[in-house]
Every structure is written in structure tokens, then in C-alpha cells.
């Protein structure tokens, strides 16, 4: 499986940004999807997830109402839209790859991607 995640940039607090991972290697619309991300100095944070079709999601605390995940089973691919982006939100963002339909725990997540860094200025 090789995830290959992009979109990530630099932004000013408030704006938006449109994070895209492609999948391939194996049947993307069987096993659930999620982002994570990992901030200088801190430990890997969950963010998002979303299950096999698409029709269930799940959000941090932190990112509940600013961001939005979904997925194109069709493009092998799941997206992060996010709005009202803080200073807090610069972090370096993952996809990864359940082996689970849906899953909301990062030890259950089997393929990462390398990661997009995105920087919210103050």
C-alpha cells in the first residue's frame, strides 16, 4: 500500500486549506481512512477518520466544525478540508490506512504516508 498525501502549505490564521491523499495497492473502498498529525516536540495526534463508504466520520475535539473529511472511492482518494485554521493547527499531517472498515484508534492504522506540513501564521 503506498499513501501519497499533498496539499499542505503555508496559510494565515483563519484560512483554508485542502489536504488530498491518494491510495494504492489494494481495494481503498474496503478499510477505513484517517489523518493525523504531529506537531514539533509533540506525540503523533489523531484528527480524523472515516469509514470504508464513506458515510461515517469521526473528529478530535480540537478540529470538531473546522474541519471536514471525506473520500472518493472512485479516485482512491480521502481529503481534509480545512477552515478557520489556527496557529495551533501547524503540525506535519498523515494519512494513513486502517486494515479495519472504520477505525478511530492510531494502533489500528497498518499504512502511513509521508506526511505534508502545514503552517498557520498569527
Known amino acids: 500500500v503506498q499513501l501519497q498525501a499533498s496539499g499542505g502549505g503555508l496559510v494565515q490564521a483563519g484560512g483554508s486549506l485542502r489536504l488530498s491523499c491518494a491510495a494504492s495497492?489494494?481495494?481503498?473502498?474496503?478499510?477505513?481512512m484517517g489523518w493525523f498529525r504531529q506537531a514539533p516536540g509533540k506525540e503523533r495526534e489523531f484528527v480524523a477518520a472515516i469509514n470504508h463508504g464513506g458515510y461515517t466520520t469521526y473528529y478530535a475535539g480540537s478540529v470538531k466544525g473546522r474541519f471536514t473529511i471525506s473520500r472518493d472511492n472512485a479516485k482512491n482518494t480521502v481529503y481534509l478540508q480545512m477552515n478557520s485554521l489556527k496557529p495551533e493547527d501547524t503540525a506535519v499531517y498523515y494519512c494513513a490506512e486502517s486494515n479495519l472498515r472504520w477505525s478511530t484508534k492510531t494502533e489500528e492504522y497498518d499504512y502511513w504516508g509521508q506526511g505534508t506540513q502545514v503552517t498557520v501564521s498569527s
Open positions: 495497492g489494494r481495494t481503498f473502498s474496503a478499510y477505513g
